[in-house]
């Protein structure tokens, strides 16, 4: 909501150049880039190139893991059976 | 016009825009050359230090944001930043629910009268600034720019990202609508 209102002195109330100054800060710029920037990064996950590269790394991970059990899982070859 | 006496363009512009569209902390010359010419803008529209400073912050950050999307189309660089501190403005308006009060020349307030045939009698100022007030953002904003900012149709085309002559017609139009109104109030 805004209201008008007429200066009648003709002379305009504009700030002082420190003023502006004061408030000019182009580190805090930077700094509140930066954190936009940053909250803004998607997680990998989202990403659908590393999400497909994270799904592979996982499926080899469990057929390395599933191919490691397998070659445990054979059962040593009893030496009494094998004479008999 | 102020804003072309102060917000007059940088050398190599089109440089400095181009490494800042590859690496924004290369943004600092244009922050450093149009921090005033914007700060003076938005404080004419909230009459407010801090109100202003905040405004202007939100302005350099979505301009630092949206760099890479910057397109040289001919206006200078300062309008693109005029708009965004346009819009920046309008919608600290809409979303404001406490009244800010504005402070306008009474020369700029005559000059206006005078284009809608109004008279410059003090009492008719008070009518004429109340209809003004009454009226939606986006048609008051035109007047503003043409009367308060003192633009030519040219830099309110510019700022507008629209023709000098969409301008032109958006003004007229605008002007029609305050006409009218301050009309309905017995004028």
Request: aromatic content about 10%; overall charge positive; hydrophobic content about 40%.
């Given at each position: ?84 | ?17 181009e490494l800042a569209k590859t690496n924004p902390a290369r943004f ?160």
């Amino acid at each position: 909501m805004k209201k008008y209102k007429i200066n009648r002195t003709n002379i305009e109330n504009l700030p002082l150049d420190e003023t502006i100054n004061k408030y000019k800060d182009y580190s805090k710029l930077q700094v509140r880039y930066n954190d936009v920037v940053k909250r803004n990064k998607l997680p990998l996950y989202k990403n659908r190139k590393m999400f497909l590269f994270i799904i592979l790394i996982v499926l080899l991970a469990y057929l390395i893991a599933s191919g490691e059990f397998s070659e445990t899982e054979e059962a040593p070859i009893n030496p009494i059976e094998q004479s008999e | 016009m102020d804003r072309s006496k102060s917000g007059r363009r940088l050398p190599n512009e089109q440089k400095l825009i181009e490494l800042a569209k590859t690496n924004p902390a290369r943004f600092a010359p244009l922050y450093n050359h149009y921090y005033k010419p914007i700060f003076i803008f938005v404080f004419k529209k909230v009459r407010n230090e801090f109100t202003c400073d905040d405004i202007v912050s939100k302005v350099f950050l979505k301009a630092i944001l949206n760099i890479k999307k910057y397109e040289d189309r001919g206006f200078p660089f300062s309008s693109w930043l005029y708009r965004i501190a346009s819009n920046e403005v309008n919608l600290f308006y809409r979303k404001s629910k406490k009244v800010t009060e504005v402070e306008i020349m009474e020369t700029d307030v005559i000059t206006l009268m005078k284009e809608i045939k109004e008279g410059d009698e003090v009492d008719r100022q008070q009518v004429v600034i109340k209809c003004l007030g009454d009226l939606s953002i986006e048609v008051s904003h035109l007047i503003e720019l043409r009367f308060f900012d003192r633009m030519s149709f040219k830099e309110m085309g510019e700022v507008l990202g629209i023709t000098h002559g969409n301008a032109k017609i958006r003004l007229y139009r605008a002007l029609d609508k305050l006409k009218k109104l301050v009309e309905e109030q017995g004028i």
